[in-house]
């Protein structure tokens, strides 16, 4: 019995910079972050796994970092440099249900997930 309570979304000017939280209350190993905009499938954003390694989708590689804290049980993702097209409702999942090819970026992957934190993005 997992739960996810994501925290730290807003509104920001394009170029800013968010850090999100995701609060686990139980066992966690592999984590990730997903948007979804309106109109669009959920995608995801960045994962981490048991032994820390990260996975990036492209659009991000370089603006966000994904990081775990362990002590407490919680996982980030600060996002730099954001632009329009990172507006979108962020959820945070953990454990996988299967590891099918390209897991760590893939939602039907994940077996549990919190509420989501809106992030918008202003031009």
């Known amino acids: 019995q997992v739960q996810l309570v994501e925290s730290g979304g807003g509104s920001v000017q394009a170029g800013g910079s968010l850090r999100l939280s995701c609060a686990a209350s139980?066992?966690?190993?592999?984590m990730g972050w997903f948007r979804q905009a309106p109109g669009k499938e959920r995608e995801g954003v960045a994962a981490i796994d048991g032994i820390l390694s990260t996975t990036y989708a492209d659009s991000v590689k370089g603006r966000f970092t994904i990081s775990k804290d362990n002590i407490k049980n919680t996982l980030y993702l600060q996002m730099n440099s954001l632009k329009a097209e990172d507006t979108a409702m962020y959820y945070c999942?953990?454990?996988?249900?299967?590891?099918?090819?390209?897991?760590?970026?893939?939602?039907?992957?994940?077996?549990?997930w919190g509420q989501g934190t809106q992030v918008t993005v202003s031009s």
């Open positions: 139980g066992y966690t190993n592999n």
């Open positions: 999942a953990a454990d996988i249900r299967w590891r099918i090819p390209g897991w760590q970026l893939t939602p039907s992957a994940y077996i549990t």
